[in-house]
């Protein structure tokens, strides 16, 4: 992967950014996603943001050797912390971090937020409490992929504030878009965690070792909500 070639996943990330989109890629790593959107047309400025030296020098070093250090801005800093008023950002995109991670970032720097600006997220993991942090600031989910490269599932979710939403606890742990549209990587994903639950759920069984009730009983409920999604019934709390 480089800054011409980006992976499958980031090219997913890239579909999703708006034409003519200011963009803050934060968590650039390489910055690869921010200089192909740049030299593909698609975006007419970027803040490229790492909180760590190292991928920010190989940021810098892509940018530079890309001649599109006019264009692209590549910062130090914490997280939202790399967005200033005078970038108009109008669409930012955290790629490749747990969910949780997504949502502490968004969640530390919402003065940073203006509303105005389209989240392109892309979790490793930790997928439903990043959209409960959505749901309760009002941000409506308004597209969602499930895509497996190099033997990992990884979700993408796209996110735009609009007024007061409301999401099930299984559309939380499911996405309630791809729990409509049902496609073959979603229905993989979740067959293949549903083996792991079980796994789980036999071996606390065997185990010696006490486990938490509360514990075993959400495991449970959460192998109960897959088997239901992908038989086609009804999830009931």
Same mark, same amino acid.
């Given at each position: 992967m480089n800054e011409q070639t980006l992976s499958m996943r980031l090219e997913r990330v890239a579909a999703q950014v708006p034409a003519g989109a200011r963009l803050a890629d934060i968590g650039s790593d390489h910055g690869y996603l921010p200089v192909a959107?740049?030299?593909?047309?698609? #975006?007419t400025a970027a803040v490229a943001g790492e909180v760590a030296l190292t991928p920010?020098?190989?940021?810098?070093?892509?940018v530079r050797e890309s001649g599109l250090d006019q264009r692209i801005?590549?910062?130090?800093?914490?997280?939202?912390?790399? #967005?200033?008023?005078?970038?108009?950002?109008?669409?930012?995109?955290?790629?490749?971090?747990?969910? /949780?991670?997504?949502?502490?970032?968004?969640?530390?720097?919402?003065?940073r937020l203006n509303?105005?600006?389209?989240? #392109?997220?892309?979790?490793?993991?930790?997928e439903q409490p990043l959209r409960e942090w959505l749901m309760n600031h009002d941000y409506r989910i308004l597209y969602e992929e499930?895509?497996? /490269?190099?033997?990992?599932?990884?979700?993408?979710?796209?996110?735009?504030?609009?007024?007061?939403?409301?999401y099930s606890a299984?559309?939380?742990?499911f996405g309630p878009l791809q729990m409509q549209a049902r496609s073959p990587a979603?229905?993989?994903?979740?067959?293949?965690?549903?083996?792991?639950?079980?796994?789980?759920? /036999?071996?606390?069984?065997?185990?010696r070792q006490s486990v938490p009730e509360e514990k075993v009983r959400d495991i449970a409920r959460q192998a109960r909500w897959i088997s239901e999604l992908l038989n086609g019934t009804q999830c009931l709390t």
């Open positions: 959107l740049m030299r593909r047309g698609v #975006i920010f020098c190989s940021a810098e070093r892509t801005t590549v910062r130090l800093a914490d997280g939202l912390a790399a #967005i200033e008023p005078g970038d108009r950002i109008t669409a930012i995109s955290l790629c490749g971090m747990g969910g /949780e991670t997504i949502r502490d970032i968004l969640d530390s720097g919402k003065a509303g105005q600006e389209r989240l #392109i997220l892309q979790p490793n993991g930790g499930v895509l497996r /490269e190099n033997r990992f599932d990884y979700e993408i979710i796209v996110a735009e504030r609009d007024g007061p939403v409301m299984e559309e939380l742990y979603f229905l993989l994903k979740w067959q293949r965690l549903l083996r792991l639950k079980h796994k789980t759920l /036999e071996h606390v069984a065997r185990a």
